[in-house]
C-alpha cells in the first residue's frame, strides 16, 4: 500500500463516529436459569422466539461454564475475569453483611470507561449493600435495580407475601432507595425500558450495557401479558417474558443502526434451582444444579450476536468461562490491555475459526473456598468432598414452596464429559494416568489461587 493511500484511508477512518470505531458490548444476564430452558437449547414447553433468533444469526456455546454456581459469586467472576475466591466473594452476599466486591478490583465497566463508553447497569446487583460499593463506584454511570436477590431484603417474607409480590426488595435509582417491596411483576419490564432508553440516548457514542436481571430466580413474577401463557406454568412464564425482554434490546440497536456494531450476550449467573421444583428450571441432560459443581450447576447457556462479524448459525463445543470474557471483550473492542485476569482470550472461536488453537488450561469448580473438581479439556477429575446442596428427593418444594438439601458424600470420580455428560460413569480404574494429572493441576490451583495470587 502506498504512503499516500495509507494517509488518505487512515483519515477516512479518523472522520468516523467513534461509535463505528469500537463496538458497543452488552450483557443480558439471566438468574437461575437452566441449560434446558431455551427452546435453542432443547427446550419444548417454553417459548423463546427473540433468543433462539439471536442463536440463529449468531453463535450459540454448548460448553460455557460460570466462575461459580452460586448468584454473588458468578458475578463476580463475570465483572472482573477472576475466580470469586482472588475477589473473596465466594458465595452469596446476603442482606446482613457489609461484605462486597472491593473497589480496588477493576470491573469491566471500569474497563470499558477507560476505553470512553458510556455504561449503565439495569438490574440485579448483588456484590455489595451498602451505597459506597454500588455500581455507580464501580465503573457505572448508570444503575436502576435490585441490591440484591428478590428474596433479600428488609426481613425474611412468608410464603403468602412472596406471591403478593412481598419479598422485601430495596429497588435502587442511581445512588438512592427508591422503593421498598416494590411490585415485581413490573421488574423485567422496567429493566427493558431502561435499557432501551439507554440505547437510545447513547447511539451516537459507544457503551456497555449490562442488564442483570432479578428473574427466573424465586419467588418468581411475571407481568399480566405473560402470566398464564406458558406450558410451564409461571416459570415458564418468567422465561418467556426475559425472552421478550432480549428481544426489545435487540430491536432497539437494530431500529438505531447499530446493531451491526454491537456484541450482545446472553447467559445465566448459574443452573437451575432443584429445590424448589415447578419454580425451578430444567439443567437438561445434566446432573445438579445451583449451588452444586456438578454440570447442572455450572454450565449455563451463551449466545452471542454480533450481525456482519460472526458467522450465523454457529455453534461451539469449546469448553469456555465467564472469566474468559474479560480478555475476549477486550480485545473485540481493540484494547491493549485486558488488566489482570483469569481467562483465556477465545476471539478466533467467535470471529475467526471455530477450531482455532487456544491456550487450554485447567479450570477449577469451586464451593466457597474449596476446590470440587477440576475440568481439563473433555475430562473432569471430582475430588472428594461433601456435597451439602444436593436437593432431597423427598422434599423438593412445589408452588414456590422451598425444598429441602441434604450432605450426600461424593467419592472421587473421573468423567469424560463428551461421552457421558451427565457425569454417571466413573472412570478412574480405566484411566489412572487421566487422574494423576488432573490431582497434580489441582493441587497447583490450591496453591496458587488459594493464596490469591494474580
Known sequence: MSSKLAAILLLLTSLLPAAA?????????????????????????????????????????????????????????????????????????????????????????????????????????????????????????????????????????????????????????????????????????????????????????????????????????????????????IYGDVVEELDWSAGEILKALKQHGIDRNTITLFSSDNGPWLIFGNHGGSAGPFSGGKKQTMEGGMRVPLIIHWPGHIERETTCNHFANAMDLTPTLMTMVGSKSPGAHDGRDITPWILKDRNAAVEERPFFHFWERDIQSVRLGDWKLRLAHTDTQAPNPASIGMDGARGEVMEVKRPQALFNLIMDPGETTDLSAKYPEKVDDLMKHAKAGRTSILQKKD
Not at 450483557?27 to 437449547?41: A, K, N, Q, R, S
Open 21 to 233: 470505531q469500537k463496538p458497543n458490548v452488552v450483557i443480558i444476564f439471566v438468574d437461575d436459569l437452566g441449560y434446558g430452558d431455551l427452546g435453542c437449547y432443547g427446550a419444548t414447553d417454553i417459548r423463546t422466539p427473540n433468543l433462539d433468533r439471536m442463536a440463529e444469526a449468531g453463535m450459540r456455546f454448548t460448553d460455557f461454564h460460570v466462575a461459580a454456581a452460586v448468584c454473588s459469586a458468578s458475578r463476580a467472576a463475570l465483572l472482573t475475569g477472576k475466580y470469586p475466591l482472588r475477589t473473596d466473594i465466594t458465595g452469596v452476599i446476603s442482606a446482613n453483611t457489609r461484605r462486597a466486591l472491593p473497589l480496588e478490583e477493576t470491573t469491566l465497566a471500569e474497563r470499558f470507561k477507560e476505553l470512553g463508553y458510556a455504561t449503565g447497569i439495569f438490574g440485579k446487583w448483588h456484590l455489595g449493600n451498602t451505597p459506597d460499593v454500588w455500581p455507580t463506584r464501580q465503573g457505572f454511570d448508570e444503575w436502576y435495580g435490585t441490591i440484591g436477590s428478590n428474596d433479600m431484603g428488609k426481613g425474611r417474607p412468608s410464603l403468602e407475601q412472596r406471591r403478593i409480590g412481598k419479598a422485601g426488595v430495596e429497588l435502587v435509582d442511581q445512588d438512592h432507595v427508591a422503593s421498598v417491596n416494590p411490585d415485581q411483576s413490573q421488574l423485567t419490564r422496567r429493566y427493558t425500558e431502561k435499557a432501551v432508553d439507554f440505547i437510545g440516548r447513547n447511539k451516537e457514542k459507544h457503551f456497555f450495557l449490562y442488564v442483570p436481571h432479578n428473574m427466573p430466580h424465586t419467588p418468581l413474577f411475571a407481568s399480566e401479558r405473560f402470566l398464564g401463557k406458558s406450558k410451564r406454568g
